[in-house]
């Protein structure tokens, strides 16, 4: 087989093999095709596109490139969710201990933040002694007798991915749906689970800011997850404005607590069980979607959600006491209001404008190197569609550095938009089944 040959194929339209796909993902994996060629054959793929079998076939050469994750020795069939990223989305620690709660067994892989992005783990490590890292052993046997455990993303998960997605960076190939979902896909199914459920964000603060483009996304993935035998579904929803009103990692995990206490944001609570009440049907706790958000919405009222949060941290080495005592979380020495300059009603929160915002505070990363702060970060007071009067609070700013706060009031300002009219969106845009 030469690489040439593949190149031309796709260039001319044609569909690629199971054969010639597995040739070109080995061979750049272990760097006997190089760069260049690649990059021609990324480009041809962009514009040509991918058929449904050379989707499936991209994800599992790449889920086979590296590592896979074993969770046979978890009893259960084993639900993994997944967000393309939002601000402020607090999801991930709100749906573990609900869902396992319930019964499902987690068993979770996450990542740090980027950008204007928060990452679960970040958010977690704001519980003093919290950790991520355990041993094979120590997270089957935590996710068994708690339902519960996450995990740092291991070492040698989906090299090929890595090697792409670093390549398509620089060769203008990132936006190209059957590349973004096979990504996706991979890393997501190398991790070992079962079924997944997927959140597609759209609007300011998502990767695909445009509602049909998420759509498009979230059918592809779907597509790949159950051609390749793993229940896959997604819910497409609103990230025009951020989640729930916290927006920073010790901030938060107290916005976790409040919800798994049932005082949550109304937006994010439903969100959670949403996502949730799949995740239970997926992992056939439930029959229904009905019956399995009857049985988030006890696990909640009973403080059992609550209940499994505390014995997670527990497990992981944290201190349980911040969910009774959230002051033990890291704690910003100044507070700042942002008063509204006018009356009326709010009508746009711009979110990534929002995150961006957060991370000069120094919630989030500028680069891959930076060191985060923990306490600070920013409470929204109003979202899309609540009134307002001139001088009451938009936002609560958490801060460590007075330096930049009055960048970041500026910021906020620029992306909080007060006017006559102003109606929350739709949380739930749609969601999508393999039927
Ligand atoms: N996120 C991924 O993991 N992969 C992509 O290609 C794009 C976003
Ligand atoms: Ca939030």
């Known amino acids: 087989m030469r690489m040439v040959d593949i190149i031309e194929k796709k260039r001319n339209g044609q569909e690629l093999s199971t054969e010639e796909i597995n040739f070109v993902i080995e061979g750049y994996t272990n760097e006997t095709i190089p760069d260049y060629q690649v990059s021609a054959l990324l480009m041809a793929i962009y514009f040509e596109g991918m058929s449904q079998s050379e989707r499936a076939d991209l994800t599992m050469a790449m889920v086979e490139s590296g590592d896979q994750i074993d969770l046979s020795a978890i009893e259960g069939i084993k639900v993994d969710k997944h967000s393309t990223g ?31 992005t928060g990452g679960t783990i970040d958010k977690l490590e704001a519980v003093p002694g919290f950790h991520v890292e355990l041993s094979s052993d120590e997270f089957t046997r935590l996710v068994n007798e708690e339902k519960l455990a996450v995990i740092g993303q ?37 991790a070992g689970a079962d079924a997944i459920v997927l959140d597609v964000k759209t609007g300011a603060g998502a990767f695909m800011k445009d509602e049909a483009q998420a759509r498009e996304l979230a059918e592809a993935m779907v597509k790949i997850g ?23 990692n010790a901030l938060e995990v107290k916005e976790a607590i409040d919800t798994l206490k049932g005082e949550g944001p109304e937006d994010l609570t439903e969100l959670c069980l949403v996502l949730g009440s799949h995740m239970v049907v ?38 349980a006491s911040v969910v009774d005592d959230p002051a033990k979380l890291p704690q910003a020495e100044h507070k700042i209001e942002l008063p509204a300059k006018s009356s009326g009603k709010v009508s746009r929160i711009i979110a ?7 991370m000069w505070l120094g919630a989030g990363r500028a680069t891959k190197e930076s060191e985060i702060d923990l306490a600070v970060g920013l409470m929204l007071k109003k979202k899309v569609g609540d009134e307002v009067k001139e001088g009451e ?6 801060a460590n550095d007075l330096s930049e706060v009055e960048k970041v009031k500026a910021k906020l300002y620029e992306s909080i938009e007060v006017s006559s009219e102003g109606h929350a969106p739709a949380l739930i845009v749609d969601q999508v089944t393999g039927q």
Not at 284 to 313: C, P, Q, V, Y
Not at 393 to 398: M, N, R
């Open 154 to 190: 291991s070492g040698n998960l989906t090299p090929a991915d890595k090697k792409l997605y670093a390549l398509r960076d620089v060769t203008a190939t990132v936006n190209s749906i059957p590349l973004i979902a096979s990504s996706i896909m991979s890393k997501k199914i190398a």
């Open 86 to 116: 939002g601000v402020g989305d607090t999801t991930t620690l709100i749906l573990g201990p609900l869902v396992a709660a319930v019964g499902v067994p987690v068993a979770k892989m996450s990542g740090r933040g980027l950008g204007h």
């Open 282 to 319: 997926l992992s056939e706790k439930a029959k229904t979607h009905e019956e399995a958000r009857k049985m988030l919405e006890d696990a909640i009222d009973s403080g059992e959600a609550l209940n499994r949060f505390k014995a997670f941290l527990k497990g992981q080495g944290g201190d």
């Open 393 to 398: 609070s938009l936002v609560t700013i958490y």
């Open 352 to 358: 990534d404008n929002v995150g961006t915002a957060a």
């Open 226 to 248: 159950n051609n390749v035998g793993r229940q896959t579904m997604a819910v497409i929803s609103d990230m025009s404005q951020p989640l729930g009103f916290a927006i920073g």
